[in-house]
């Protein structure tokens, strides 16, 4: 058992294999956050906490005459808004006379068997080896009829620990739901560092990192998305925690739409983060009865450094969010034909480049924009999904069947949740744009976005997606985003407070009810690159296009910085032409197809344009592809050396610690250089390795200790694929 009760149903310990997550339900019935660290014994530590009376921070009226009892300083799993604690609140209520307050108390728990659903959206799910534990605490409103139930899920050998909040309204009269986030954490001691993912379109997620101090350092969101300019994953670590040393606790949020993660310090030089839903034109009516749940929080801990923590969200992603036939299944090589084509092509274009493809051993080819509608360029046809049969010379079923004969699966690319004004379901069903009455929308790619809340959209996608992948052989679904979302009015929900959210639960639904109808279906997530790169998209879509930039320079910060939380086989990553599209920059084809290995790998160019040596290097990466598959989707990943230096360098070792592959990247070039020095990690420290580099045999010990030097000068962008294999 994980989850431990004890001092009469007072003291919480979650404990799994490394970390414990203490809580004390006070006196005064106050939930308490007492500790989240390495683990310890089950000792109440409550009482690391110093009361003292601090001016102007009041007290509750239980506290009597003792000043020294102030929620203002007290840490808390449940922080709520308007009584008295002036820090970051998790809970904000306004009730029908107008007042904002709410204040929870502890009721009581249930310990539930495995792992919880969110109703309405992803969350981590229990799987064949490791079955979750589920900790439910409820609290009370001291002056109104709701309650909320704080739920606690625990993956013991996974080192995660996971948090949402139910809140109900038992009450005659409604309520409104101003702010409902996830998820605090309060730490009352010690100095932190928050890294966020920051960015932008074809250049996501940075890594930035900044010392947490009184001014409130956010990461977030308002685009309706959870964006290519801030990821919803933040890590809180040690000053000085590196890839090897130090405490770092991770904070995840299983949700594609709005976010909110904060961190900041209090008077008292305590640390507050809190994650959630962004309260931003936020407003949720609860009538009786009703409830809201917020997403999950994902957290985990390491006491060892930044690689661990990343590792322990690779495997609770990999194990228990990823779902369907290709969590495990070896994905295709596909070829996809956008920076090939654009929009100019036609049946036998694609046709050359299938054939080229099969015999080069791509395994599949992918149809993206521009199949369907009236739809030359990106200003029109969003929204008629019937296929452009005269632009293809052919239906798509005799397209697919032909692609199917040359031996290689077909893919297609869609993008549902949006809708062209220059469309025939725009002209039919303007309502379902979303949009304010009276005034005249924002435009971007000049396209509106469908209004996912609704019934009605939803099952007019899920029939036109139905009747072309019923009708075609289709294997694989490309499902692409290219706008964020503002002008918010639903003509069917109206209030602009609900509409954010009710747009996220309609897209989880469709995304489900696609993923229960094509089960065997390989979706690829989309959002104008990683746009929606997420772990609630991970839910649906095994892998997600990583970023429209290909540039294999460029891909090196942008897959390190996704590296942090996601798992390499979650990122899609294509050999393009060079110069590259994107920044103008030539690489060699060898550099973009290492770059492009660490990553569910594929192309996207037409190799009838490329020369007979780099269809050569076609068969060899290949060769590689399938080679290091397994090293590479289902090994340990380690960072080695972050972009920004003369190389780039990360590493994949497997779990019996028999093979390692390390790839390394010349990002600059000098006169005269000094010699490249790589560290190698991940070893067995007692077994003999041949090193491909030189095929020289050492131990773990003196590899790991000693690194590798290379006898030999790299040119700029040149790269290497190095490998360790043990020797008995
Ligand atoms: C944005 C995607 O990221 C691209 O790969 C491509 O599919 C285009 N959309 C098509 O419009």
Same mark, same amino acid.
């Given at each position: 058992m994980a989850i431990h009760v004890t001092q009469n149903g007072r003291l919480f310990h979650l404990h799994t294999a490394d970390s414990t997550y203490q809580m004390y339900a006070d006196e005064k019935d106050v939930l308490l956050h007492t500790y989240y660290g390495k683990r310890i014994e =089950? =000792?109440?530590? !409550? #009482?690391?906490i110093y009361r003292a009376d601090v001016g102007f921070s009041g007290n509750p009226p239980e506290a009597g005459g003792d000043r020294r009892y102030s929620l203002d300083c007290l840490p808390q799993e449940l922080p709520s808004s @308007?009584? @008295? #604690?002036?820090? !970051?609140?998790?809970i904000r209520l306004r009730h029908q006379d107008g007042s904002a307050a709410a204040d929870f108390r502890y009721e009581g728990y249930e310990i539930l068997p495995g792992s919880y659903r969110v109703p309405g959206m992803p969350a981590l799910y229990d799987g064949e080896e490791e079955q979750g534990e589920t900790l439910v605490i409820s609290m009370r409103e001291t002056a109104s009829a709701v309650t909320v139930r704080l739920f606690y899920g625990v993956f013991e050998k996974e080192n995660v620990i996971t948090r949402t909040v139910r809140v109900e309204n038992h009450g005659k009269s409604e309520v409104l739901l101003e702010e409902c986030l996830s998820c605090c954490l309060d730490f009352q001691f010690g100095d932190y560092d928050l890294i966020t993912f920051p960015g932008r379109h074809a250049m996501e997620r940075n890594v930035e990192r900044a010392r947490v101090g009184h001014a409130r350092l956010e990461a977030s969101s308002?685009? @309706?998305? !959870? !964006?290519h300019q801030c990821n919803p994953a933040v890590i809180l670590c040690a000053p000085e925690a590196t890839e090897d040393f130090g405490d770092c606790y991770g904070l995840c949020l299983v949700y594609s739409g709005n976010f909110v993660a904060s961190a900041q310090k209090d008077q008292r030089e305590q640390t507050r983060v809190v994650m959630g839903i962004n309260p931003f034109q936020f407003s949720f009516r609860l009538e009786e009865g009703e409830a809201f749940d917020a997403p999950q929080v994902i957290l985990s801990y390491s006491d060892s450094g930044l690689t661990k923590l990343s590792r322990q969200y690779h495997r609770i992603l990999q194990e228990h969010m990823c779902r369907g036939k290709y969590r495990k299944e070896k994905r295709p090589v596909l070829i996809n034909n956008w920076e090939a084509t654009y929009f100019n092509f036609d049946g036998d274009k694609l046709a050359k480049i299938a054939e080229k493809a099969a015999k080069l051993g791509i395994e599949m080819l992918v149809l993206d924009d521009g199949w369907f509608g009236k739809r030359e360029d990106d200003n029109s046809g969003l929204g008629d999904w019937f296929v452009n049969e005269k632009k293809l010379g052919s239906s798509l079923k005799e397209l697919g069947e032909k692609i199917h004969a040359m031996g290689m699966k077909f893919g297609l690319w869609f993008e549902p949740e949006m809708i062209s004004e220059d469309s025939d379901l725009y002209r039919a069903h303007?309502?379902?744009?979303?949009r304010i009455p009276g005034r005249e929308p924002n435009r971007s790619r000049n396209q509106l976005v469908l209004d996912m809340s609704r019934q009605d959209v939803r099952d007019y996608l899920l029939k036109r997606l139905t009747d072309i992948l019923s009708d075609a052989p289709i294997d694989y679904v490309k499902w692409d985003v290219n706008r964020n979302l503002c002008d918010i009015y639903s003509h069917v929900h109206g209030r602009s407070g609900e509409v954010y959210h009710r747009h996220m639960l309609g897209v989880y639904d469709l995304l489900e009810r696609f993923c229960a109808r094509f089960p065997d279906i390989l979706l690829e997530g989309c959002s104008g690159g990683g746009g929606r790169f997420d772990a609630a998209m991970l839910y649906y879509s095994p892998q997600i296009w990583c970023s429209d930039n290909t540039d294999a320079i460029n891909r090196l910060s942008i897959q390190y910085g996704t590296s942090f939380f996601y798992p390499v086989s979650m990122v899609g990553s294509h050999v393009s032409a060079a110069?590259?599209?994107?920044?103008g920059r030539v690489t060699s084809f060898m550099t973009r197809g290492h770059v492009a290995l660490s990553g569910s790998f594929g192309y996207e160019l037409d190799l009838n344009k490329v020369s007979e040596e780099e269809q050569a290097l076609v068969k060899e990466q290949i060769g590689q592809f399938h080679q290091y598959y397994d090293l590479i989707h289902e090994g340990d990943y380690y960072r080695i050396s972050p972009p920004g230096g003369r190389f780039c360098a990360w590493e994949f070792v497997d779990r019996q610690r028999a093979h390692a592959l390390l790839t390394l990247v010349m990002t600059s070039a000098e006169g005269n250089p000094v010699p490249v020095h790589t560290t190698v990690k991940g070893l067995d420290a007692n077994r003999q390795y041949r090193c491909s580099y030189d095929n020289s045999i050492k131990s773990g010990k003196s590899w790991m200790n000693g690194g590798l030097t290379l006898g030999k000068a790299l040119k700029e962008y040149e790269s290497l694929l190095i490998t360790w294999e043990a020797v008995e």
């Amino acid at each position: 058992m994980a989850i431990h009760v004890t001092q009469n149903g007072r003291l919480f310990h979650l404990h799994t294999a490394d970390s414990t997550y203490q809580m004390y339900a006070d006196e005064k019935d106050v939930l308490l956050h007492t500790y989240y660290g390495k683990r310890i014994e =089950e =000792e109440n530590l !409550s #009482d690391l906490i110093y009361r003292a009376d601090v001016g102007f921070s009041g007290n509750p009226p239980e506290a009597g005459g003792d000043r020294r009892y102030s929620l203002d300083c007290l840490p808390q799993e449940l922080p709520s808004s @308007g009584v @008295g #604690d002036f820090r !970051s609140d998790c809970i904000r209520l306004r009730h029908q006379d107008g007042s904002a307050a709410a204040d929870f108390r502890y009721e009581g728990y249930e310990i539930l068997p495995g792992s919880y659903r969110v109703p309405g959206m992803p969350a981590l799910y229990d799987g064949e080896e490791e079955q979750g534990e589920t900790l439910v605490i409820s609290m009370r409103e001291t002056a109104s009829a709701v309650t909320v139930r704080l739920f606690y899920g625990v993956f013991e050998k996974e080192n995660v620990i996971t948090r949402t909040v139910r809140v109900e309204n038992h009450g005659k009269s409604e309520v409104l739901l101003e702010e409902c986030l996830s998820c605090c954490l309060d730490f009352q001691f010690g100095d932190y560092d928050l890294i966020t993912f920051p960015g932008r379109h074809a250049m996501e997620r940075n890594v930035e990192r900044a010392r947490v101090g009184h001014a409130r350092l956010e990461a977030s969101s308002i685009r @309706g998305a !959870s !964006s290519h300019q801030c990821n919803p994953a933040v890590i809180l670590c040690a000053p000085e925690a590196t890839e090897d040393f130090g405490d770092c606790y991770g904070l995840c949020l299983v949700y594609s739409g709005n976010f909110v993660a904060s961190a900041q310090k209090d008077q008292r030089e305590q640390t507050r983060v809190v994650m959630g839903i962004n309260p931003f034109q936020f407003s949720f009516r609860l009538e009786e009865g009703e409830a809201f749940d917020a997403p999950q929080v994902i957290l985990s801990y390491s006491d060892s450094g930044l690689t661990k923590l990343s590792r322990q969200y690779h495997r609770i992603l990999q194990e228990h969010m990823c779902r369907g036939k290709y969590r495990k299944e070896k994905r295709p090589v596909l070829i996809n034909n956008w920076e090939a084509t654009y929009f100019n092509f036609d049946g036998d274009k694609l046709a050359k480049i299938a054939e080229k493809a099969a015999k080069l051993g791509i395994e599949m080819l992918v149809l993206d924009d521009g199949w369907f509608g009236k739809r030359e360029d990106d200003n029109s046809g969003l929204g008629d999904w019937f296929v452009n049969e005269k632009k293809l010379g052919s239906s798509l079923k005799e397209l697919g069947e032909k692609i199917h004969a040359m031996g290689m699966k077909f893919g297609l690319w869609f993008e549902p949740e949006m809708i062209s004004e220059d469309s025939d379901l725009y002209r039919a069903h303007p309502d379902w744009a979303l949009r304010i009455p009276g005034r005249e929308p924002n435009r971007s790619r000049n396209q509106l976005v469908l209004d996912m809340s609704r019934q009605d959209v939803r099952d007019y996608l899920l029939k036109r997606l139905t009747d072309i992948l019923s009708d075609a052989p289709i294997d694989y679904v490309k499902w692409d985003v290219n706008r964020n979302l503002c002008d918010i009015y639903s003509h069917v929900h109206g209030r602009s407070g609900e509409v954010y959210h009710r747009h996220m639960l309609g897209v989880y639904d469709l995304l489900e009810r696609f993923c229960a109808r094509f089960p065997d279906i390989l979706l690829e997530g989309c959002s104008g690159g990683g746009g929606r790169f997420d772990a609630a998209m991970l839910y649906y879509s095994p892998q997600i296009w990583c970023s429209d930039n290909t540039d294999a320079i460029n891909r090196l910060s942008i897959q390190y910085g996704t590296s942090f939380f996601y798992p390499v086989s979650m990122v899609g990553s294509h050999v393009s032409a060079a110069p590259n599209h994107q920044t103008g920059r030539v690489t060699s084809f060898m550099t973009r197809g290492h770059v492009a290995l660490s990553g569910s790998f594929g192309y996207e160019l037409d190799l009838n344009k490329v020369s007979e040596e780099e269809q050569a290097l076609v068969k060899e990466q290949i060769g590689q592809f399938h080679q290091y598959y397994d090293l590479i989707h289902e090994g340990d990943y380690y960072r080695i050396s972050p972009p920004g230096g003369r190389f780039c360098a990360w590493e994949f070792v497997d779990r019996q610690r028999a093979h390692a592959l390390l790839t390394l990247v010349m990002t600059s070039a000098e006169g005269n250089p000094v010699p490249v020095h790589t560290t190698v990690k991940g070893l067995d420290a007692n077994r003999q390795y041949r090193c491909s580099y030189d095929n020289s045999i050492k131990s773990g010990k003196s590899w790991m200790n000693g690194g590798l030097t290379l006898g030999k000068a790299l040119k700029e962008y040149e790269s290497l694929l190095i490998t360790w294999e043990a020797v008995e």
